[in-house]
């Protein structure tokens, strides 16, 4: 059984999500609305119900990681979102920290 991983998009107005498997081939895909305006707790709740609906039905090792993109400015080698201009309430947050915790898996973010 191949490696997979978990991609998330975090858009001012929508959330993306993927399982992709070693060669990037998508085998689950979902969307839904970004809730930007009730701010960074239930945003993450959101990804986080995104990245559960990505890997039901799938055995915990075979995810690797999570990756997630999101507009800047970022630090990406500590996992902060620095001031996300439309995401209301992400100023310095660890979002890499906080998602981590969540789903004991790296996570890696980018811009």
């Not at 439309?86 to 890499?96: K, N």
Request: net charge negative; charged share 15%; glycine share 10%.
């Amino acid at each position: 059984m191949s490696p997979l991983a978990i991609a998330l998009d975090l858009g001012g107005t929508q959330l993306r999500g993927a399982l992709v498997d070693a060669e990037a081939n998508i085998l689950r895909h979902a969307v839904t609305a970004t809730d930007a305006a009730a701010g960074p707790a239930v945003v993450l709740q959101q990804l986080c119900a995104i990245a559960s609906a990505m890997s039901e039905e799938i055995a915990g090792d075979r995810v690797l990681g999570i990756g997630v993109v999101l507009p800047g400015p970022l630090d990406t080698v500590n996992g902060v979102a620095l001031a996300v201009p439309t995401l209301a309430g992400f100023v310095d947050l660890p979002i890499r920290t906080m998602l981590e915790q969540q789903w004991r898996l790296p996570v890696q973010l980018e811009n």
